[in-house]
């Protein structure tokens, strides 16, 4: 490169033209970085002061070099300035104020300029060869791209993708997977950033979404739209689910997948390293979908618990190991599977937890309601199961179960109501001794026994509470099944989260709770202008 600029014309424009060849990128870039050295070269020798331009004709390979000059009344730098007389002997009809050329003579390249001018050129070159990467790949992130292993650093892979270098991450590879240098490799591009040092392409073979592009090139008709993958949950390497379902009727979304004797899937899973796949038919009915998802598991029954955004699955005693899988991963697959935390069970813990409920419950009311064993059993095989429920239910409902008439339902419910005051005042009586302000109780929603709680937690006055955000205040507990399993901490929320309080109810507490800082400040206004 250094004898670039000392080269005849047809010299200079062949080496632009290879430089560019090579490089991927345009020809007039590279005339440029030329055209940039040139002028550095020159100011080193006229003087960096000088406005100094380079041209190279394109087609000629012509060089040009002048240096522009202010026409001025008055000369102060004597290095971009000239008097009018000394412009119209550059330029005859100069006026004040224009800008003229004056040529200078084509420099000889020293050692020292040649390597600068060098330098010079590869920069350019290099930042435009990085740009042209970043603009090719920004916008295939999600496309799955073949590349050849060029080396592993401290445990990531790079890619050589032809015209850039993609990174596979020790996180984003298959686990136990080993690839050598030279090995073909295809992988998912993930994420496409433009930084400092060029364009870093993050590629994956872990991420679930490389298993639903590798199913879309061997499945037709997912590649077409008439099967799609509703949901993938992947433990890269080992096992994986997917939820597929048809736009078709004629077509069997599993068995499509599957292929003849089972050629599709195992294309997906010799890529994958053997990670075997169960394929699930999709269905809008949650109670179904968690039952396929499940598979190979059999299961007794699902209750979904749509407030606690939490589902409860029992099995047969001999599927518990089964449907939890070797350390919790058919569940983990499911609950990702699914988005819902699911918490699995047997016939005998769920026989037993029903009991245990049923005999609590029915305490709960023989002591409160001050009713014999019989009638508290009835009521909750009817399925009550709260005091509010008893208080506020229609008199009839309560009427029509069997033995019981109006009058005794009536007096059921006065004992209900009594009951649910004795409680508030317990309660009431508690939060005072806590210390918490009767200011409290007078905002929207609040129940005493939700102000102890708050009392509990260190907020006793209306400042506390209006220092809180909505979500310290309501944001429901979610169960993470996985941290409850390996013994971790419990589920975080809210300080009110076991009330169901919903995030409007919370932000008309909190702006209740505030509303006395907008009156002292009103206050303190009208104090000011009087």
């Not at 104020?97 to 350019?124: H, S």
């Not at 080396?151 to 270098?165: I, N, P, Q, T």
């Not at 955004?309 to 983990?332: F, H, M, Y």
Request: contains cysteine.
């Amino acid at each position: 490169m250094s004898n670039a600029i000392s080269a005849n014309k047809a010299e200079l424009l062949a080496i632009a033209d290879a430089v560019a060849r090579e490089k991927l990128i345009d020809k007039a870039i590279v005339l440029e970085a030329m055209e940039d050295a040139i002028q550095r070269a020159a100011r080193a020798r006229y003087g960096a002061e000088n406005d100094i331009r380079a041209k190279i004709d394109p087609n000629s390979g012509d060089m040009r070099l002048w240096r522009v000059v202010e026409v001025v009344e008055e000369v102060d730098d004597y290095f971009k300035q000239v008097s009018l007389k000394d412009g119209q002997k550059l330029q005859p009809g100069a006026a004040l104020g224009d800008f003229i050329v004056d040529p200078l003579p084509p420099i000889e390249f020293g050692r020292i300029a040649a390597q600068a001018a060098k330098q010079v050129i590869f920069q350019k070159v290099r930042d435009a060869e990085r740009e042209r990467q970043y603009e090719e790949f920004k916008d295939r992130a999600g496309e799955i791209i073949t590349g050849v292993v060029k080396r592993v650093e401290f445990g990531h892979v790079v890619v050589d993708l032809g015209r850039a270098e993609g990174v596979i991450r020790r996180d984003q590879q298959i686990p136990r997977e080993v690839l050598r240098i030279n090995d073909r490799v295809r992988a998912l591009i993930m994420n496409v950033r433009r930084e400092n040092r060029g364009p870093q392409i993050f590629l994956s073979r872990a991420h679930p979404d490389f298993m639903k592009k590798l199913f879309a090139q061997e499945v037709p008709e997912i590649y077409d739209g008439v099967i799609e993958i509703k949901a993938c949950a992947r433990d890269p390497g080992s096992r994986a689910k997917i939820g597929v379902i048809s736009h078709d009727g004629s077509i069997d979304p599993v068995g499509a997948c599957v292929g003849m004797k089972g050629s599709r899937v195992q294309a997906v899973v010799q890529e994958l390293q053997g990670e075997k796949i169960d394929i699930i038919p999709w269905s809008t009915d949650m109670a179904t979908f968690v039952v396929n998802a499940l598979q190979p598991a059999t299961v007794s029954r699902v209750l979904i618990d749509e407030e606690e955004e939490r589902i409860e699955v029992v099995v047969p005693d001999d599927q518990l190991s089964l449907a939890i899988g070797r350390r919790g991963q058919n569940v983990r697959l499911a609950s990702i599977l699914t988005a819902s935390a699911i918490d699995i069970m047997t016939e005998t813990d769920s026989s037993e937890k029903r009991q245990r409920d049923f005999i609590e419950k029915s305490e709960m009311f023989q002591q409160e309601l001050d009713v014999d064993e019989t009638l508290a059993q009835l009521l909750v095989a009817e399925g009550f199961g709260a005091m509010e429920e008893v208080a506020y239910v229609g008199t009839e409902e309560l009427a029509a179960i069997e033995g019981l008439d109006e009058e005794i339902a009536a007096e059921l419910q006065s004992r209900a109501q009594e009951a649910l005051d004795r409680r508030e005042a317990a309660a009431r009586d508690e939060r005072r001794a806590l210390g918490v302000e009767d200011a409290l109780a007078e905002l929207p929603h609040l129940t005493e026994a939700m102000l102890v709680t708050l009392g509990k937690a260190g907020i006793k006055t209306l400042d506390d509470l209006a220092d809180l955000a909505t979500d310290e205040l309501v944001e429901r507990k979610r169960r993470d099944d996985r941290r409850a399993r390996s013994g971790g901490e419990g589920p975080k929320g809210g300080v009110l989260a076991d009330y169901a309080l919903s995030e409007e109810q919370g932000n008309e507490i909190i702006m209740a709770a505030r509303a006395h800082w907008f009156a002292d400040e009103e206050t303190a206004d009208a104090g000011t202008s009087a």
